[in-house]
């Protein structure tokens, strides 16, 4: 199976034989950075090698369509439930720039006394399988190729079944994981015996499979009512797993601490924030750091949540991220959505490039506030890590509540989370190894008699049973389906009229949803707006109508409302009636044209506007304007009338009028293209003058209906504008 970027990946083909799919690498993969990287016009000093296909940034047109990635591996959660359609979804994010691709399990997961199989549907989340994990794997080691990127693929090791998903991740070449036994204990109530045992074996077998790890602590931000009383503890959090993987045998590059900026605006974050992350990096010099976006202060707003996102992203620029993992800025009102996947990679690559070489112009203070400040929580979290030792340990400061208290250390107010050392899920089902005990299995943690049955199999104890299923895959059982009413061929098969079909149904989730966003500004409050906003939808025809978002303007005046709605039809592509695109011209074409019979234009920004920037890119030979193919120009300035534009083109004999109009307010730029061709025809000149208006703000469609004769929107350049020149001109002698 191969991978072209303009064909859709096909679900169903990707879904043979996963019996036999075997993965292309294992371990985790850091990407691979470039010093003095040129692209188009610009060198970069923080960035990595490029891609071999993506999607730039909008903006990029302006500077040769380049995609400098940054230094910084970025993360996308996907969770929408549907492991099909997230497929689809980590091509896009891939295209876009992430290689850390990660999956969020399904709701209580963690709680499963084992592995499950099959491929149901899950919520808020993707129910982890073998199939399910394998399907995505195959997905990504086609993807990566299409990119020119490897892609590293993640998930979670915890909860009860931690150990048995540590061998199933390291069979099936998953590259990353979430490990912290403090999460299965803390949030999970999962007895902290059997969470630090099964710890050790899974981190054991992560080891073997060179998997990434990335621990826990950042949920004690997530959790806490006041986020910045935390940080003291979270470095205490981030030390406990750390050394303990250490012990456990794990490299040091190869443990990742979760961070989060525990703070958001309309808090000082920048003063709160920075001196933490300062903290967490100079003790923890040695690890790899995984910056994670804030999420607890997110609230609907995607502008709110996104300026948030780019401060905590101005911290990792300023500090250090190895890993820099990024929230959507839907996820306070939705389960994300295919789109607000790719505009938080966006936002983290657009962040960290405009940032790019910042740490050779300005520096972090050694004195003053932020070195006082990150020297007093560093000390606040020693002095808790000493008040752990002198309880008795971990277990025993975790049964009297030490752990996401909401004082700031070492005030304590009691409200901390307490879990009972004999008590919690799974409890008192850790039993100790008898003197024969063996596991002829490779990775296995803790005591293992071999010797009783070959002292040689010490290196290699899974020789005694010639090899386990980490060497010998096909040792593996896989199992398929579980469930006939519950998995991805009865979905597929429910879609099946979207799927290589001329159908198309708009999504946001899942293929063929049918979900489809409004926003709208309505002149009353709060209130009223919302309700009416939901009634304006419906006589839309949208079903299940939900107001997702709603903010004040001014309590009288109004009120911004988006909504999200169901479309329950389709738009075949067949009943399409699509403009060809616009004919280009070369540059040799139009010059043989311009020399054979000269062609002079007269142009100006019309009205009273001062904008002059786009009309000097479409004329000056310096933007590759039309100037550059011999066309002369007489450039009247801004602010034109429309008359002194007409008499001009009257008086130099010009054969075109060049009309920009970039205020649009009341359809003003519209109302003078009419003027414009009305004063032609007034003035006798409308047979012999081409008219072409331009700005951001102009649809062709509707230029052309008020007379002129092209009308050029957003992202249109000179060689455009001067084929239609030519062609028009062509055209015009055939009429006369």
């Given at each position: 199976?191969?991978?072209?970027?303009?064909?859709?990946?096909?679900?169903?083909?990707?879904?043979?034989?996963?019996?036999?799919?075997?993965?292309?690498?294992?371990?985790?993969?850091?990407?691979?950075?470039?010093?003095?990287?040129?692209?188009?016009?610009?060198?970069?000093?923080?960035?990595?090698?490029?891609?071999?296909?993506?999607?730039?940034?909008?903006?990029?047109?302006?500077?040769?369509?380049?995609?400098?990635?940054?230094?910084?591996?970025?993360?996308?959660?996907?969770?929408?439930?549907?492991?099909?359609?997230?497929?689809?979804?980590?091509?896009?994010?891939?295209?876009?720039?992430?290689?850390?691709?990660?999956?969020?399990?399904?709701?209580?997961?963690?709680?499963?006394?084992?592995?499950?199989?099959?491929?149901?549907?899950?919520?808020?989340?993707?129910?982890?399988?073998?199939?399910?994990?394998?399907?995505?794997?195959?997905?990504?080691?086609?993807?990566?190729?299409?990119?020119?990127?490897?892609?590293?693929?993640?998930?979670?090791?915890?909860?009860?079944?931690?150990?048995?998903?540590?061998?199933?991740?390291?069979?099936?070449?998953?590259?990353?994981?979430?490990?912290?036994?403090?999460?299965?204990?803390?949030?999970?109530?999962?007895?902290?015996?059997?969470?630090?045992?099964?710890?050790?074996?899974?981190?054991?077998?992560?080891?073997?499979?060179?998997?990434?790890?990335?621990?826990?602590?950042?949920?004690?931000?997530?959790?806490?009512?006041?986020?910045?009383?935390?940080?003291?503890?979270l470095l205490v959090q981030h030390a406990i797993n750390s050394i303990f993987?250490?012990?456990?045998?794990?490299?040091?590059?190869?443990?990742?601490?979760?961070?989060?900026?525990?703070?958001?605006?309309?808090?000082?974050?920048?003063?709160?924030?920075?001196?933490?992350?300062?903290?967490?990096?100079?003790?923890?010099?040695?690890?790899?750091?995984?910056?994670?976006?804030?999420?607890?202060?997110?609230?609907?707003?995607?502008?709110?949540?996104?300026?948030?996102?780019?401060?905590?992203?101005?911290?990792?620029?300023?500090?250090?991220?190895?890993?820099?993992?990024?929230?959507?800025?839907?996820?306070?009102?939705?389960?994300?959505?295919?789109?607000?996947?790719?505009?938080?990679?966006?936002?983290?690559?657009?962040?960290?490039?405009?940032?790019?070489?910042?740490m050779s112009m300005v520096q972090l203070k050694e004195d003053g506030y932020?070195?006082?400040?990150?020297?007093?929580?560093?000390?606040?979290?020693?002095?808790?890590?000493?008040?752990?030792?002198?309880?008795?340990?971990?277990?025993?400061?975790?049964?009297?509540?030490?752990?996401?208290?909401?004082?700031?250390?070492?005030?304590?107010?009691?409200?901390?989370?307490?879990?009972?050392?004999?008590?919690?899920?799974?409890?008192?089902?850790?039993?100790?190894?008898?003197?024969?005990?063996?596991?002829?299995?490779?990775?296995?943690?803790?005591?293992?008699?071999?010797?009783?049955?070959?002292?040689?199999?010490?290196?290699?104890?899974?020789?005694?049973?010639?090899?386990?299923?980490?060497?010998?895959?096909?040792?593996?059982?896989?199992?398929?389906?579980?469930?006939?009413?519950?998995?991805?061929?009865?979905?597929?098969?429910?879609?099946?009229?979207?799927?290589?079909?001329?159908?198309?149904?708009?999504?946001?989730?899942?293929?063929?949803?049918?979900?489809?966003?409004?926003?709208?500004?309505?002149?009353?409050?709060?209130?009223?707006?919302?309700?009416?906003?939901?009634?304006?939808?419906?006589?839309?025809?949208?079903?299940?109508?939900?107001?997702?978002?709603?903010?004040?303007?001014?309590?009288?005046?109004?009120?911004?409302?988006?909504?999200?709605?169901?479309?329950?039809?389709?738009?075949?592509?067949?009943?399409?009636?699509?403009?060809?695109?616009?004919?280009?011209?070369?540059?040799?074409?139009?010059?043989?044209?311009?020399?054979?019979?000269?062609?002079?234009?007269?142009?100006?920004?019309?009205?009273?506007?001062?904008?002059?920037?786009?009309?000097?890119?479409?004329?000056?030979?310096?933007?590759?304007?039309?100037?550059?193919?011999?066309?002369?120009?007489?450039?009247?300035?801004?602010?034109?009338?429309?008359?002194?534009?007409?008499?001009?083109?009257?008086?130099?004999?010009?054969?075109?009028?060049?009309?920009?109009?970039?205020?649009?307010?009341?359809?003003?730029?519209?109302?003078?293209?009419?003027?414009?061709?009305?004063?032609?025809?007034?003035?006798?000149?409308?047979?012999?003058?081409?008219?072409?208006?331009?700005?951001?703000?102009?649809?062709?469609?509707?230029?052309?209906?008020?007379?002129?004769?092209?009308?050029?929107?957003?992202?249109?350049?000179?060689?455009?504008?001067?084929?239609?020149?030519?062609?028009?001109?062509?055209?015009?002698?055939?009429?006369?």
């Open positions: 199976m191969e991978l072209k970027p303009n064909d859709k990946l096909n679900i169903r083909e990707l879904l043979k034989d996963l019996d036999k799919y075997r993965p292309k690498r294992r371990g985790w993969t850091w990407r691979e950075k470039e010093k003095d990287l040129k692209m188009g016009h610009f060198t970069y000093q923080d960035c990595a090698k490029p891609l071999e296909q993506s999607v730039p940034l909008p903006s990029a047109k302006y500077f040769g369509d380049i995609d400098p990635q940054p230094d910084s591996v970025i993360t996308t959660e996907i969770a929408s439930g549907r492991f099909e359609d997230d497929i689809r979804r980590m091509r896009m994010a891939a295209w876009h720039g992430a290689d850390h691709l990660m999956v969020i399990r399904t709701a209580g997961q963690s709680h499963f006394d084992g592995l499950i199989e099959g491929t149901p549907q899950g919520i808020g989340g993707i129910p982890i399988t073998r199939k399910q994990v394998r399907a995505q794997r195959k997905a990504l080691d086609l993807i990566e190729e299409e990119v020119g990127r490897p892609l590293n693929y993640h998930s979670y090791i915890s909860g009860v079944a931690g150990p048995e998903i540590s061998v199933m991740f390291a069979e099936e070449g998953v590259n990353g994981a979430h490990q912290d036994p403090q999460y299965n204990v803390l949030y999970r109530n999962i007895n902290m015996v059997r969470s630090y045992v099964d710890a050790a074996e899974a981190k054991k077998i992560m080891v073997w499979a060179d998997i990434a790890q990335i621990d826990g602590a950042h949920n004690a931000n997530a959790t806490a009512r006041e986020a910045w009383k935390v940080m003291p503890e993987s250490v012990k456990v045998g794990m490299k040091k590059e190869n443990i990742c601490l979760s961070t989060v900026p525990p703070t958001a605006p309309p808090a000082p974050c920048m003063k709160l924030d920075l001196p933490y992350a300062v903290a967490l990096r100079d003790l923890f010099r040695d690890y790899k750091m995984r910056a994670q976006m804030n999420t607890k202060y997110i609230e609907s707003s995607t502008r709110e949540a996104t300026v948030t996102h780019v401060l905590n992203l101005m911290i990792s620029r300023l500090t250090r991220a190895d890993i820099q993992s990024t929230i959507t800025p839907d996820e306070g009102r939705n389960v994300p959505w295919h789109i607000y996947n790719m505009e938080a990679v966006d936002t983290a690559k657009q962040a960290f490039v405009g940032m790019d070489d910042l932020l070195h006082e400040r990150s020297r007093e929580i560093k000390e606040r979290a020693v002095l808790f890590m000493e008040e752990v030792l002198e309880t008795g340990g971990y277990f025993q400061a975790v049964e009297e509540g030490f752990f996401v208290d909401s004082g700031y250390y070492p005030e304590r107010n009691g409200d901390g989370i307490s879990r009972k050392i004999d008590g919690g899920i799974g409890a008192g089902n850790i039993f100790e190894r008898d003197k024969d005990y063996l596991a002829p299995v490779t990775a296995h943690y803790g005591y293992n008699n071999l010797e009783q049955y070959d002292p040689a199999a010490k290196e290699n104890p899974s020789t005694l049973i010639g090899g386990c299923t980490l060497e010998d895959p096909d040792k593996i059982i896989y199992i398929d389906e579980l469930d006939e009413t519950d998995n991805v061929h009865v979905r597929l098969e429910e879609q099946k009229d979207l799927m290589d079909t001329s159908k198309l149904k708009p999504e946001m989730e899942w293929r063929g949803d049918g979900i489809v966003m409004l926003n709208m500004f309505i002149p009353a409050s709060r209130r009223v707006a919302e309700y009416a906003a939901i009634e304006f939808a419906k006589k839309m025809n949208l079903k299940e109508v939900e107001v997702i978002h709603k903010e004040v303007m001014q309590t009288a005046e109004g009120t911004r409302v988006e909504l999200k709605g169901r479309v329950d039809f389709t738009v075949d592509i067949n009943d399409l009636v699509i403009p060809p695109e616009p004919e280009i011209m070369s540059d040799d074409q139009i010059r043989e044209s311009i020399e054979a019979q000269p062609l002079k234009i007269v142009a100006g920004t019309v009205g009273e506007d001062e904008h002059s920037v786009g009309l000097r890119e479409i004329i000056d030979i310096k933007h590759g304007g039309i100037e550059k193919y011999g066309i002369e120009c007489e450039y009247l300035g801004t602010s034109v009338s429309i008359e002194k534009l007409v008499d001009a083109a009257i008086e130099l004999n010009a054969n075109a009028i060049l009309a920009s109009t970039i205020i649009s307010h009341d359809e003003i730029h519209y109302k003078n293209m009419k003027k414009l061709h009305e004063i032609c025809v007034e003035k006798g000149v409308r047979d012999r003058l081409i008219l072409v208006a331009g700005g951001t703000q102009v649809t062709p469609e509707l230029a052309v209906k008020q007379g002129i004769d092209a009308g050029f929107g957003r992202g249109t350049k000179g060689v455009h504008v001067a084929t239609f020149l030519v062609n028009r001109r062509e055209e015009m002698a055939h009429e006369n």
